[in-house]
């Protein structure tokens, strides 16, 4: 699907949150306390058991909300998502983001939700980030579709990680550095919107000058492989890549359920999109403080001064 049905996802304006809760630090009330404080539109919680939530009316279903939404949040137990899919899709909404975990993540019983899940989406053509993720935070427009309690500043920066945990230990290190974010996007299993998606669609942002990456797996090399070159050709995109040793790539399958494919491919497909690649996220960060201190060079001329042939050699991998 074209980059521009992410649009209801990155800037909805009605916003339902299925599962939302009065229980402080859970994390269906701290979804549901982020978006309430957007100045934009509308926000609905369902619940079954509540008839207001946060000086909210709750409904007990998304069938009983009349106006128009443009992104579904939910939040439920991993058994329940599918039928409350299938729900948003008869009425008509067009993003999803489910942060539910215990999906193709934790075995096959999960593997077989996401089926359907999958399933369901596409009959109704729904766009769906996740599940398992942390969720979207857009600080330019107050978007804080996540479980994270705190937004970052805005930035020209946008960043994209598999991990949520990873993405939770990012997003404390940014706002205690006071660094922004032009996106912030956890994706979860990506059983639709996945890395490619979300690089086409920031490509066509103005508020993103450069991407960074936390990978784990990539599912669709090709799409993955266009997306990153087209954005490559004017502005950085700079990846961690997990999972480089049996171990790690052993880790990875049980955290996301996804199977991680060989180094040195990975390697190549990066160089062949122009994505640099770091090797931990000391280096990710340091990278993007550089990028958001500093103006691209206009031209490929490049000075390298070292006291060392081993160290001039490095610096021009």
Known sequence: MPARNLDKMFDPENIVVVGASEKEESVEHILLENLISRTIGE?????????????KKAFSSVKEISKPIDLGVIATPAETVPGIVKECGEVGIPALIIISAGFSEVGP???????QIEEIRENYGMRLLGPNCLG?????????????????????????????????????????????????????????????DLIDYLGQDPKTHNILLYIESIENAERFMSAARGFARTNP???????????????VVSHTGAIAGGDPAYEAAFNRAGVTRVDTMDDLFISSETLAKSELPQGPQVVIISNTG????????
Do not use: H
């Not at 974010?181 to 994706?187: G, K, L, M, P, R």
């Not at 995109?237 to 040793?245: Q, T």
């Not at 081993?310 to 991998?317: E, K, L, Q």
């Open 43 to 55: 926000v609905f919680p369902v619940n079954i058991n509540r008839k207001n939530i946060l000086g």
């Open 109 to 115: 019983k999960g593997e077989k939700l996401e089926e």
């Open 136 to 196: 979207i935070i857009r600080p330019s427009t107050n978007l804080n579709a996540s479980m994270a309690d705190q937004t970052p500043k805005d930035g020209s920066l946008a960043f994209i990680s598999q991990s949520g945990a990873l993405a939770t230990a990012t997003l404390d290190w940014a706002i205690s550095a006071q660094f922004g974010f032009s996106s912030f996007i956890s994706v979860g299993n990506m059983i639709d919107v996945d890395f490619g």
């Open 237 to 251: 995109v700079i990846a961690v890549k997990s999972g480089n040793y049996e171990e790690s790539a052993q880790a």
């Open 310 to 317: 081993g160290g001039g050699n490095t610096s021009c991998r």
